[in-house]
């Protein structure tokens, strides 16, 4: 089994600063790692993923993701955020489940304050 | 312009009626699934399919039906059996079956049970 927990439910930043938004998994299998972007009332949009190699991914729009094998962790980082950053932020893992299925956290709501 | 659609954009359903949820891609894709997505729990898994004329059930399949006759459509029925269809319904599709590949999400229908 695998599961994704996503620490913070919302993150109220100010324009310009810097930001992380914290993700960890468990799985007993080796994982593929991806953080997608929703805006409201959208659909996802993939911002990244980390399948293998290098463990700091970039992705689109400036972000950028650490794979952490000891600490299981994937966070997502960005240096200095925009108002239009502002949106809902899902953290999933694939593993070797049948289908190989995603499993999604909570979410994370970013709230960029000018 | 390849992509997912899905429709309608907002959907209002009497209890007790069953409604039926479009999706549709022209990307190609094998796999397709189905989410329901509610405030701070994250995407949950309904059904998905791998091929034509084959779907399995996923995390929270009771209340739901879905059919998959052609390759492009993968259609998702509430039932009046789903005690609490209100949700954000989203749909996805994935080119081939590896644990890697990226899931490309539609726009998503909001069902309210009046």
């Known amino acids: 089994a695998q599961s994704v927990t996503q620490l913070d439910s919302q993150v109220p930043v100010f324009e310009e600063a810097p930001v992380e938004l914290r993700c960890n998994y468990s799985?007993?299998?080796?994982?593929?790692l991806f953080w997608y972007v929703q805006y409201p009332n959208q659909g996802l949009q993939l911002l990244l993923k980390y399948l293998s190699g290098s463990t700091l991914v970039k992705g689109i729009n400036g972000f950028e993701a650490e794979f952490n094998k000891s600490q299981t962790s994937f966070h997502l980082r960005k240096p200095s955020v925009h108002i239009s950053d502002t949106a809902e932020y899902f953290c999933?893992?694939?593993?070797?489940?049948?289908?190989?299925?995603?499993?999604f956290g909570g979410g994370t709501r970013l709230m960029v304050k000018p | 312009d390849g992509g997912i659609t899905q429709s309608p954009k907002y959907l209002f359903r009497k209890e007790g009626q069953n409604v039926t949820l479009s999706c549709e891609q022209n990307?190609?894709?094998?796999?397709m699934y189905w989410y329901r997505q509610d405030p701070g729990q994250g995407l949950r898994l309904i059904y998905y399919?791998?091929?034509?004329?084959d779907f399995q059930k996923g995390d929270i399949a009771e209340g739901y039906s879905v059919s998959r006759e052609k390759k492009e459509s993968f259609p998702l029925t509430v039932t009046s059996a789903q005690k609490n269809p209100t949700a954000f319904y989203l749909c996805?599709?994935?080119w081939g079956g590896g644990r890697g590949n990226e899931q490309f999400f539609g726009p998503g229908t909001r069902l309210t049970v009046l």
């Open positions: 990307l190609n894709h094998d796999a």
């Open positions: 399919s791998q091929i034509v004329n």
């Open positions: 799985s007993s299998v080796s994982v593929y």
């Open positions: 996805a599709s994935k």
């Open positions: 999933a893992v694939s593993g070797n489940n049948a289908g190989n299925m995603l499993t």
